[in-house]
């Protein structure tokens, strides 16, 4: 089953707008989160990662905080661009093994 | 660098006929290999994953097997289909224990019919 779930299924964003996605996991054992975006017909493509020691990494337009207290993760684009638009979803992992929530569909609009 | 090939890109099959999906990596010695399946709109389903050669851990009870003859070689295999094999089914690799991000292959569009 889906250890890790998403608090929105779509997001509507318009352009140059900041994007925030959020995310809950249910495991506190899990050490290891990552954020992938998926383009239709593609597989899912890295976007960034924290470890459980951090609770803040930041990327090129995008940063990703932990909260462990309540298990939440958000990933928050700056700028947003129409090449933005695709599902993200949030990962944790444990021992190896890579469990994924539903997914997060965000539409940029112009 | 790394490079991940999965193939076919898109597949048709008839219930009860066998299915056999490849993927190979390059660039990379011993990583942890990785099937998903992803149903429409749904997340990834982790099906099996290995850490070494014949090593093989099987998440979920189902009527598919995987195999992992040559270090960089992962096959996912049926010998009869359902009709609720179809869907998206995703290779990827990873290396290290867990603490590393996986990466994907583009996927195999299964449909059985």
């Known amino acids: 089953g889906e250890s890790v779930g998403l608090h929105l299924p779509t997001l509507s964003v318009q352009e140059g707008d900041n994007s925030i996605i959020n995310c809950a996991y249910s495991n506190s054992a899990s050490d290891y989160f990552i954020w992938y975006k998926q383009e239709s017909g593609k597989g899912p493509q890295f976007i960034i990662d924290?470890?459980?020691?951090?609770d803040k990494r930041q990327g090129q337009r995008v940063t990703v905080l932990l909260n462990k207290t309540v298990k939440h993760l958000s990933l928050q684009i700056a700028a947003t661009q129409p090449g933005d638009s695709a599902v993200y979803f949030c990962a944790e992992s444990l021992d190896y093994k890579l469990s994924f929530g539903a997914g997060t569909t965000v539409t940029v609009r112009a | 660098s790394q490079t991940i090939h999965q193939w076919p890109a898109t597949l048709v099959q008839p219930v009860g006929s066998p299915l056999s999906l490849e993927c190979t990596v390059e660039g990379t010695s011993n990583p942890n290999l990785y099937w998903y399946r992803q149903a429409a709109g749904r997340g990834l389903q982790l099906l099996f994953y290995s850490v070494g050669i014949g090593q093989i851990s099987s998440e979920v009870p189902q009527n598919l097997s995987a195999s992992r003859p040559q270090d960089r070689q992962f096959i996912l295999s049926s010998k009869k289909l359902l009709l609720s094999d179809s869907g998206f089914y995703l290779c990827?690799?990873?290396?290290?224990?867990?603490?590393?991000?996986?990466?994907f292959g583009n996927g195999t569009r299964l449909t059985v019919t």
């Open positions: 990827a690799w990873s290396v290290g224990q867990g603490d590393s991000p996986l990466h």
């Open positions: 924290i470890r459980s020691n951090m």
